[in-house]
């Protein structure tokens, strides 16, 4: 990666955080990007090509694509950071659980992982969202779910290695309490993998949440969700490709500049 | 688990080598293995089993006939009693285990055959899209990689931008653009499954670009390191060809991770089946699962949950043993 | 994947006297599609079908009864009547019947010479077995199990005579009998097992079925000992396909795509953009076959709050704007409809001036139903409670474009203060929250032949849900006077009586506000224009491939 870092251009790093930037600023404050009510219909101007008027165009209901898409900037990243934090939390748990604790408890939190390793995980999304229903929370924490066990298992290797090294053993000499040791010195080890996991995972969050959209399990209408609009304007690729064409650049924009932030930052630590 | 980069693939690495640290007897490591793999499937069975009891809608009008069904309650209850749905729930789950354990997965609610027939009839057409897609996105992935560290500077960003974008694109946008493209504009292929190759062409586009995505970042990488590792220097000092060097060395040393992935690429591959099979019309275990869940079908689901864990399991275990005969590591200096 | 629904009743009304309907069954050619009709026909070549409908789990239609199977099933599966585009009861298994004074007891003759394709010979004997099947819990019938409802006893007259002995009058029975869900079928292949009947059904019609690749297509051949064609068909003798691939591609996109590279010779469930693309387009032709019985239509639960008020239902039909989206959302291919019938329905009813869109005065009837104050996000609200509509909606069930329509009613009903919630689900947790009266509003297509399909709607007696949780009267209209009307209604015989007492019911249930009707239950078909001659049977609106030929 530090190859990488210095090969890659740094244009396209300055074009990812632009991106990133831009998606925030949308985020936080989309009424000041775009200024127009998301979910206002004009029955009569629906399927408007894009224009000076309607930038992105305007979808079956007349309402306009683009500010549907900055709108949709809050809710689709939330899924994707949420999703990623609830991986990442659950994984935290199951991978200390497994690496700092006692050998039987690393070897049937192993054991659970394994399981969830071998369950398709689409599966497991599609059963918790039938049983709950569909919805941007549902989805949020089935993505979240799903993503879980990869987390653990890398958290618990890296929770083996930090364990293992000389500093540890040498707090260990000294008396320090257990908790104390993982406070202090095993968490802020990992949590810079951490922090690359989270750029890397939200991206990807993403993109899965969408195909859940697809399988019409995804967020609840009107919402201005990306994975929604790309799934209900696809039924009209034929005659509006404006309507798909617009929310997945965004997608592919936004989990292509994650992964080039997260890849970026994983090579400097790496660097380091 | 089937998803990011970031996450399963360091995932499935780290748990690759582990494995190759711990240079265990070979019979006690597959003794260890065949155990797990017992008690995956038996794991698989139990979540199964539970978590479709959770979800709402009775399987008893599944049984006859889905969802809606006006069945009357004498039909009701004989399909209860039919089914030992009557019984209670744990008397129900160890009947099942009791079952699974003789080989019998029971009958398909929705489909009126045995689960074994139609997995059997399905899993062929998940099979070949999938071993397909996988070797597909392999060659995509070592034609990248090969071409960016080779190629210079800007050929390492070209590299790394088609990469981080396929990997990106979700199946489904990605098949619908294809098809828009390739079937219904220019019409040199076609949409749906026909028979004979042809019809391979777009599902496994679909499936393999994205994989190609990820595979890719992790094979450059390796390459990039094998081609300025000390075996690699010293097979230029012995005057090797550059194309003997990157076919006999690096290469090789960028196959292994790609190996270790295979297991979870596998696993990325069924969920997106789920996807494609339903854009292409495909018949496959992709679409019979979606289908199944929608459908109540319990048998169903859980026969093919076991499949597909089994089928994880061995990839699994065969990208581990792979990993071993392939390791340059093990083969280069003996340990 | 645009399911159309599982639940398709039966009993039917609408019946014309048997003996008007002999006296009109010389063959009355319907209109059917193609270019090239004055060609001579051509024999052979494969034709491929692509459903959008759900594959069916069973290919006997008595099993279940939805409209999947009703489509395929109308290729090697026929009925003892059928029915002509004026609506009148034609011969086709059967080839005359008579009903007794008292309309309890009827006769039906058999057509001389009809072999099933396993060779048993189609006679009363095999009728018997079929009634048997369909009553008989363990086949699991819902369609034709209702359909038969009325009817308590078979007997064997004589080989060609079979007599149906009723428990009521039914003037419904004869409309009962032309759908594919009461179709004849071996009685020798009946007594097989259910999965083995569900995968090879052995019928009379034009076409066996060969092969089932599960998920992928059903393959069919041409019946060579063909001989029992409906009244109204345009040829005799075996069908001029030699094969029917039938497929089924769930995704609208992938079906239409695979329609215009000719990878595929028809599709149904057709979305209204590629309806319009395919009028542009010169290899490609709609046959439009709107399906009879309900018009498409929201229902509004009246059995509880808030719409258990009229003046709030009232309140939520002014506020939706309808027609300004179904113009935009089905490119001109729908129109709206202002009855609780479908339009292909004769005593269809319609009343526009109801359903107009009067957002004033929807605010006032919201005033005066106590819905005074607004809460934060600009609802109404009464006594602290938000005034919600829980709407389930069925993936499966409602396209897209419906879909955007119910938004499009979200939207405008928001402005007079109605907090819709929209719940997209699939078919499965759908009937689970009907079952539940979790909802306020929701949409079920219907399908029946026949104003009777009031009965099953609006009859008091259809909000008892069945064992299974389900139910039919979904507005839970509840007017004991309205029950007796569908009820005499059902029993009359005399068609202006009829009439005027549909005409009753149809207004007591507009004029209480308890649906909102969008438009017919839409049933495009797209297909290459080499296709020719093929046309929708006019009972239930499935396509007949009987006299359908390939110009190429």
Request: hydrophobic share 45%.
């Amino acid at each position: 990666m530090r190859r990488a870092a210095s090969a890659g251009p740094r244009v396209a790093l300055v074009v990812c955080a632009l991106v990133v930037l831009w998606l925030l600023a949308c985020a936080v404050a989309p009424g000041l990007v775009a200024p127009g009510d998301p979910l206002a219909i004009h029955p009569l101007q629906g399927f408007e090509p894009p224009s000076l008027a309607h930038w992105f165009g305007t979808d079956e209901s007349g309402r306009d694509v683009f500010t549907r898409v900055v709108h949709g900037a809050g809710p689709s990243l939330l899924i994707g950071v949420a999703a990623t934090a609830i991986g990442i939390v659950l994984g935290v748990a199951l991978g200390t659980l497994a690496g700092l604790g006692p050998r039987w408890l690393d070897f049937g939190t192993s054991r659970l992982l394994e399981v969830l390793f071998a369950f398709p995980g689409l599966l497991l999304a599609l059963l918790f969202i039938v049983i709950y229903g569909p919805g941007i929370t549902t989805s949020t924490v089935a993505v979240g779910l799903a993503t879980a066990p990869g987390y653990a298992r890398i958290v618990r290797s890296q929770m083996l290695a930090v364990r293992g090294a000389p500093y540890i053993e040498a707090e260990v000499v000294l008396g320090r309490p257990p908790l104390w040791r993982f406070r202090r010195s095993i968490l802020p080890n990992v949590a810079g993998t951490l922090f690359v996991l989270v750029t890397l995972g939200v991206g990807q969050s993403i993109v899965w949440a969408s195909s859940l959209s697809y399988l019409g399990l995804g967020a609840k209408p009107p919402t201005a969700e990306w994975g929604a609009m790309l799934s209900a304007g696809r039924t009209y690729i034929d005659s509006a490709w404006w309507l798909t064409f617009f929310p997945g650049l965004v997608i592919v924009a936004s989990a292509a500049a994650a992964t080039v932030l997260g890849r970026t930052i994983q090579g400097r630590v790496r660097g380091s | 688990m089937t998803l990011g980069p970031g996450t399963e693939v360091e995932a499935a690495l780290e748990s690759a080598a582990s494995t190759r640290r711990s240079g265990r007897g070979a019979v006690r490591w597959l003794s260890t293995r065949l155990a797990g793999l017992l008690f995956v499937l038996w794991a698989a069975a139990t979540l199964t089993f539970f978590a479709i009891r959770l979800i709402p809608g009775d399987p008893a009008q599944a049984i006859l006939g889905g969802p809606g069904s006006q069945a009357s309650a004498a039909a009701l209850a004989q399909a209860r009693a039919e089914y030992g749905l009557d019984q209670p729930l744990i008397l129900q789950y160890l009947g099942q285990l009791g079952r699974y354990v003789t080989g019998d997965f029971g009958t398909s609610y929705s489909l009126h055959e045995s689960v074994v027939q139609a997995i059997g009839q399905q899993l062929g057409g998940t099979l070949v899209l999938a071993v397909a897609s996988l070797a597909v996105a392999w060659v995509l992935a070592l034609a990248v990689a090969v071409f960016s560290v080779r190629a210079g500077r800007a050929a390492w960003a070209v590299g790394n931008g088609l990469e981080i974008v396929s990997a990106a694109v979700p199946h489904f946008w990605l098949a619908t653009v294809l098809i828009l493209l390739f079937s219904s504009t220019l019409g040199w292929l076609p949409a749906i499954n026909v028979p004979g190759p042809v019809g391979l062409v777009l599902p496994v586009v679909t499936l393999a670009v994205p994989l190609a995505g990820f595979l890719g970042q992790v094979m450059r990488e390796s390459l990039l390191n094998a081609l300025h590792s000390p075996f690699v220097l010293s097979a230029r000092a012995r005057g090797e060809s550059e194309v003997g060097v990157l076919v006999r060395h690096a290469l090789r040393h960028a196959a292994l991770p790609a190996i270790s992935l295979s297991g979870w690429a596998f696993g990325s591959l069924v969920s997106g089946a789920v996807v494609v099979e339903t854009i292409f019309a495909r018949p496959g275990i992709g679409r019979t699962l979606l289908r199944a869940v929608q459908e109540r079908d319990v048998p169903l689901v859980s026969g093919i949950v076991l499949v597909v864990a089994l089928a994880y399991c061995l990839v699994t275990v065969a990208s581990e043993v792979l990993d071993r005969v392939a390791d340059p590591r093990l083969a280069e200096s003996p340990r | 994947m645009p399911v159309r629904p599982v639940i398709r009743s039966t009993i039917i009304a609408f019946a014309t006297a048997g003996a008007l309907a002999l006296s009109l069954a010389a063959c009355t050619p319907q209109s059917s599609t193609g270019a090239g009709s004055s060609d001579s026909p051509v024999r052979g070549g494969t034709l491929t079908y692509a459903s959008g409908d759900a594959e069916p789990t069973c290919l006997d239609p008595h099993v279940g009864g939805n409209y999947p199977q009703a489509l395929v099933a109308t290729q090697y599966l026929e009925e003892l009547v059928s029915k002509n585009t004026k609506g009148q009861i034609i011969p086709w298994l059967a080839t005359k019947w008579t009903e007794s004074k008292d309309g309890l007891s009827w006769d039906f003759t058999l057509r001389d010479g009809v072999k099933f394709t396993d060779g048993t010979p189609l006679d009363a004997a095999a009728v018997k077995a079929n009634v048997a099947h369909i009553q008989d819990p363990a086949t699991g019938s819902s369609t034709g199990y209702l359909a038969l409802g009325k009817v308590a006893s078979t007997e064997i007259v004589s080989p060609r005579v079979i007599r149906f002995t009723l428990s009521q009058p039914d003037s419904a029975l004869l409309e009962s009998l032309t759908q594919p869900w009461l179709a004849i079928e071996s009685p020798a292949a009946l007594k097989r097992s259910k999965d083995v009947n569900c995968a090879h059904p052995v019928g009379t019609g034009p076409f066996i079925v060969k092969q089932w690749k599960k998920q992928d297509s059903i393959t069919l051949v041409r019946n060579a000992g063909y001989t029992s064609p409906p009244a109204d068909a345009a040829h005799h003798g075996p069908a001029y396909l030699s094969k029917i691939v039938w497929r089924f591609i769930p995704d609208s996109a992938t079906r239409y795509a695979a329609l215009k590279a000719g990878e595929v010779d028809v599709i149904d469930n057709a979305q209204p953009d590629t309806i319009v693309a395919a009028h542009k387009t010169k290899s490609l032709t709609e046959l439009n076959a709107p399906r009879p019985g309900a018009s498409n239509r929201i229902e509004l639960n009246s059995g509880k709050a808030p719409f258990n008020d009229e003046k709030v239902r009232e309140a939520f039909i002014r506020a939706a704007d309808v027609n300004d989206g179904i113009k935009t959302l089905f490119f001109g291919t729908a129109k709206r409809s202002y009855s609780a019938l479908s339009s292909v329905e004769p005593l269809g009813y319609s009343e526009p001036g109801l359903f107009g869109y009067e957002p004033k005065k929807a605010n006032e009837l919201l005033d005066a139903a106590g819905y005074t104050t607004r809460d934060a996000d600009g609802y109404r609200t009464k006594d602290g409670t938000r005034l919600t509509v829980v709407f389930p909606v069925s993936t499966n069930q409602s396209i897209p474009a419906e879909q955007s329509l119910f938004e499009q009613i979200q939207a405008t009903t928001k402005k007079v203060g109605f907090d819709v919630k929209l719940e997209p689900m699939d078919l499965s947790s759908w009937y689970a929250a009907l079952a539940k009266n979790d909802y306020d509003a929701v949409s079920a297509p219907y399908t029946k032949v026949g104003p009777d399909v009031l009965r099953i709607l609006y009859d008091s007696a259809s909000i008892t849900p069945a064992p299974s949780g389900y139910f039919a009267n979904l507005a839970q209209v509840d007017i004991p006077s309205l029950d007796a009307t569908l009820e005499k209604a059902a029993q009359v015989s005399d068609v202006a009586e009829r009439s005027a007492l549909y005409e009753t019911a149809q207004k007591t249930i507009l004029e209480g506000y308890y649906i909102l009707p969008l438009y017919d239950q839409q049933n495009h078909y797209l297909l290459r224009n080499d296709v020719v001659g093929l046309r929708a049977l006019p009972s239930v609106s499935t396509p007949l491939f009987y006299d359908t030929w390939l110009d190429r």
